[in-house]
């Protein structure tokens, strides 16, 4: 026990003995009634005692800061506040730490103003060595000071009930909602079992939910605490007591196939421990998790955690996610954004309102955590603020609480994030992938990749049976979108997003082309600067899929074609096409191709794929492609 919460352990019977005893023997027998209580932690019964010796003597203090110390212990500190208060009135020449308890239950009311002078008061006179009060009372200094700015400067904050369709009698939390806003995960407590619920949103409405799957809820033990894919189809959720656990609650996964869920799995000792392990978010390539754990080697009690997806598919040894985001108090809720940057999560270490408040943190270019942001009053008040998530544009926070006015002793609401606390921008890409002579839906590759870096933006597999994909773009960057499938030429995309496009994602139906003589692809991520034939970096990510393509099919033979819009001098125009056309040829050939597979041509302006009349149409025409000669 912490020794702050409770000042009377502090205080030996013997050296109090001239602020114990009350001269009112009725008074006197309840106190040490209560003493024998306290011995045995019956809290509850004991305050009841010392409220019946203060009502025989209204005089007797050392009773009053008792009460004020064990209603501070059950957290009722509006009684903890007026019984310390009462105490100083009898008698102001007090132990400095009655200040202190005073002080905490101030703060832990919002009453800022007083809050601040009473732990300033105990600054000044306590002359102690114990260092959990002196920290703790510089924290609280810390916290009041920054509050009293905080009240001064509120935000624009109007929670709204999401209503009837999602809330319920029972306790309804934990929201998690897919990228295109459409579906949304949560959890519901119905005689103290949790499971998950959901619900889709369809013309605008959300529709009654139900549970997610038997594969997932149980009757046995609890789930909860989940982080859903941008795309929906993965669930990372916290299982507590469950047989194949290493802890008392463990983070497991569930993939969705088509429709239906597959049976959860645990994501092994290299992400759990014997300890508590939960409340995971995922990063929106699914290459990073975040988690809470009270496992020794953090900072606090409750920290951070991350592992990272190896590329032979498990979970690396998680590491915590240190000082800049940890405090040597507790953090709680991670939530990372689809932009795969910002870090919201709740606090009571960082300079804030009180209890916990909800924080956020970006990632800078060099992979380095900025320090937290308050999300300001009155998103965060003297009450606890945690469990927030927020839309893929950036302008709806959702977040559970028990407010006023709900329809449960825990709702979900939603509001408008203000401005500099929203996330990057971020737009997304969905469709799906069908045979295109069949139109059957395929189990096809989906890969993102950002043309300037390389990296992986995105990379998963659609189901055959419902061919569905999503993948969330930040706002920066040129994206080249791959989709392959075995016995199918692939498919190529270019995508850039461009701010305010999540208002318009993306929409695709991918179809497929199985592989014949005579059919072709455009390569739309082959990049030249205007009038030249050298390759762009940026290319690279086209050609390895263009060389896998024909490693995993050496029967295949291709020509490899340019072409030009009609500006410009014709002969000019197929020359330039040409160099381009064996530009890819000479790659190809550093690939090991063999050159008897590759051919090469210029086309120039025949063979144009839109009308001249536009500049958005030549872009069209100013393609490099390939066409199947053999198979």
């Given at each position: 026990?912490?020794?702050?919460?409770?000042?009377?352990?502090?205080?030996?019977?013997?050296?109090?003995?001239?602020?114990?005893?009350?001269?009112?023997?009725?008074?006197?027998?309840?106190?040490?009634?209560a003493?024998?209580?306290?011995?045995?932690?019956?809290?509850?019964?004991a305050?009841?005692?010392?409220?019946?010796?203060?009502?025989?003597?209204?005089?007797?203090?050392?009773?009053?800061?008792?009460?004020?110390?064990?209603?501070?212990?059950?957290?009722?500190?509006?009684?903890?506040?007026?019984?310390?208060?009462?105490?100083?009135?009898?008698?102001?020449?007090?132990?400095?730490?009655?200040?202190?308890?005073?002080?905490?239950?101030?703060?832990?009311?919002?009453?800022?103003?007083?809050?601040?002078?009473?732990?300033?008061?105990?600054?000044?006179?306590y002359?102690g060595?114990?260092?959990?009060?002196?920290?703790?009372?510089?924290?609280?200094?810390?916290?009041?000071?920054?509050?009293?700015k905080?009240?001064?400067?509120?935000?624009?904050?109007?929670?709204?009930?999401?209503?009837?369709?999602?809330?319920?009698?029972?306790?309804?939390?934990?929201?998690?909602?897919?990228?295109?806003?459409?579906?949304?995960?949560?959890?519901?407590?119905?005689?103290?079992?949790?499971?998950?619920?959901?619900?889709?949103?369809?013309?605008?409405?959300?529709?009654?939910?139900?549970?997610?799957?038997?594969?997932?809820?149980?009757?046995?033990?609890?789930?909860?605490?989940?982080?859903?894919?941008?795309?929906?189809?993965?669930?990372?959720?916290?299982?507590?007591?469950?047989?194949?656990?290493?802890?008392?609650?463990?983070?497991?996964?569930?993939h969705?196939?088509?429709n239906?869920?597959?049976?959860?799995?645990?994501?092994?000792?290299?992400?759990?421990?014997?300890?508590?392990?939960?409340?995971?978010?995922?990063?929106?390539?699914?290459?990073?998790?975040?988690?809470?754990?009270?496992r020794?080697?953090?900072?606090?009690?409750?920290?951070?955690?991350?592992?990272?997806?190896?590329?032979?598919?498990?979970?690396?040894?998680?590491?915590?996610?240190?000082?800049?985001?940890?405090?040597?108090?507790?953090?709680?809720?991670?939530?990372?954004?689809?932009?795969?940057?910002?870090?919201?999560?709740?606090?009571?270490?960082w300079?804030?309102?009180?209890?916990?408040?909800i924080?956020?943190?970006?990632?800078?270019?060099?992979?380095s955590?900025?320090?937290?942001?308050?999300?300001?009053?009155?998103?965060?008040?003297?009450?606890?603020?945690?469990?927030?998530?927020?839309?893929?544009?950036?302008?709806?926070?959702?977040?559970?609480?028990?407010?006023?006015?709900?329809?449960?002793?825990?709702?979900?609401?939603?509001?408008?994030?203000?401005?500099?606390?929203?996330?990057?921008?971020?737009?997304?890409?969905?469709?799906?992938?069908?045979d295109?002579?069949?139109?059957?839906?395929?189990?096809?590759?989906?890969?993102?990749?950002?043309?300037?870096?390389?990296k992986?933006?995105?990379n998963?597999?659609?189901?055959?049976k419902?061919?569905?994909?999503?993948?969330?773009?930040?706002?920066s960057?040129?994206y080249?979108?791959?989709?392959?499938?075995?016995g199918?030429?692939?498919?190529?995309?270019?995508?850039?997003?461009?701010?305010?496009?999540?208002?318009?994602?993306?929409?695709?139906?991918?179809?497929?082309?199985?592989?014949?003589?005579?059919?072709?692809?455009?390569?739309?991520?082959?990049?030249?600067?205007?009038?030249?034939f050298?390759?762009?970096?940026?290319?690279?990510?086209?050609?390895?899929?263009?060389?896998?393509?024909?490693?995993?099919?050496?029967?295949?033979?291709?020509?490899?074609?340019?072409?030009?819009?009609?500006?410009?001098?014709?002969a000019?125009?197929?020359?330039?096409?040409?160099?381009?056309?064996?530009?890819?040829?000479?790659?190809?050939?550093?690939?090991?191709?063999?050159?008897?597979?590759l051919?090469?041509?210029?086309y120039?302006?025949?063979?144009?794929?839109?009308?001249?009349e536009?500049?958005?149409?030549?872009?069209?025409n100013?393609?490099?492609?390939?066409?199947?000669?053999?198979?």
């Open positions: 026990m912490r020794k702050w919460l409770i000042i009377i352990l502090c205080f030996p019977i013997a050296q109090l003995s001239w602020a114990q005893n009350s001269t009112v023997k009725k008074a006197q027998s309840s106190f040490e009634k003493q024998f209580l306290l011995k045995k932690d019956q809290y509850e019964a305050i009841g005692l010392l409220e019946e010796s203060v009502k025989y003597d209204p005089g007797f203090q050392y009773a009053y800061i008792q009460l004020g110390d064990l209603n501070r212990r059950l957290k009722d500190l509006p009684k903890a506040k007026s019984a310390y208060l009462t105490a100083i009135s009898i008698s102001g020449n007090l132990d400095p730490r009655v200040y202190f308890g005073l002080a905490e239950a101030e703060l832990g009311t919002g009453d800022y103003e007083n809050g601040l002078k009473s732990i300033q008061y105990f600054t000044q006179q002359k060595t114990d260092q959990d009060f002196t920290v703790k009372a510089k924290k609280y200094t810390v916290d009041a000071e920054f509050a009293k905080a009240l001064q400067n509120p935000v624009k904050y109007e929670p709204i009930n999401m209503g009837p369709k999602i809330n319920s009698a029972g306790r309804d939390y934990f929201p998690s909602l897919t990228a295109d806003g459409n579906t949304l995960i949560f959890s519901r407590s119905i005689n103290e079992n949790e499971d998950f619920y959901i619900s889709q949103r369809i013309d605008g409405n959300w529709i009654d939910p139900k549970g997610l799957s038997e594969k997932i809820n149980t009757s046995n033990f609890n789930e909860g605490a989940q982080s859903i894919s941008p795309d929906g189809s993965y669930l990372f959720f916290t299982g507590c007591g469950r047989p194949d656990g290493f802890g008392r609650c463990d983070i497991y996964l569930s969705k196939e088509g239906d869920w597959g049976i959860p799995f645990n994501l092994g000792n290299k992400v759990n421990s014997i300890y508590w392990d939960s409340q995971p978010a995922i990063s929106p390539d699914g290459s990073t998790l975040y988690f809470v754990s009270n020794p080697g953090g900072y606090g009690s409750y920290d951070i955690w991350k592992s990272t997806l190896q590329n032979d598919g498990y979970w690396s040894i998680a590491v915590n996610l240190g000082p800049k985001i940890n405090t040597p108090y507790d953090e709680h809720t991670p939530f990372l954004h689809p932009d795969g940057r910002t870090l919201y999560f709740s606090s009571d270490g300079p804030g309102m009180g209890n916990k408040d924080f956020l943190s970006r990632m800078d270019g060099s992979g955590w900025t320090t937290p942001e308050n999300l300001g009053y009155p998103i965060n008040t003297f009450n606890e603020e945690t469990g927030l998530i927020v839309s893929l544009d950036g302008t709806q926070g959702l977040f559970s609480s028990d407010l006023k006015g709900g329809y449960g002793d825990m709702d979900i609401y939603q509001f408008q994030m203000p401005r500099d606390k929203k996330p990057m921008p971020v737009s997304y890409v969905k469709g799906t992938v069908t295109k002579e069949t139109g059957i839906f395929l189990d096809a590759e989906i890969q993102m990749v950002n043309v300037a870096n390389e992986i933006a995105y998963d597999y659609t189901s055959a419902n061919g569905q994909f999503l993948a969330v773009t930040p706002i960057g040129n080249a979108l791959n989709v392959s499938a075995d199918y030429l692939f498919y190529s995309e270019n995508i850039v997003p461009v701010k305010g496009s999540y208002d318009k994602p993306f929409l695709i139906q991918v179809k497929l082309m199985k592989i014949k003589v005579g059919k072709d692809v455009v390569l739309k991520n082959i990049f030249f600067n205007t009038n030249e050298i390759l762009l970096p940026e290319s690279l990510t086209e050609l390895y899929n263009l060389s896998q393509l024909l490693m995993k099919n050496p029967s295949l033979n291709i020509e490899i074609q340019g072409h030009t819009d009609n500006i410009g001098n014709d000019q125009n197929e020359k330039l096409s040409l160099n381009r056309a064996k530009s890819v040829y000479d790659y190809l050939i550093t690939q090991k191709i063999g050159a008897e597979r051919s090469f041509k210029g120039g302006k025949q063979h144009p794929i839109a009308d001249n536009t500049e958005t149409n030549r872009q069209q100013r393609r490099t492609s390939f066409v199947v000669t053999k198979v």
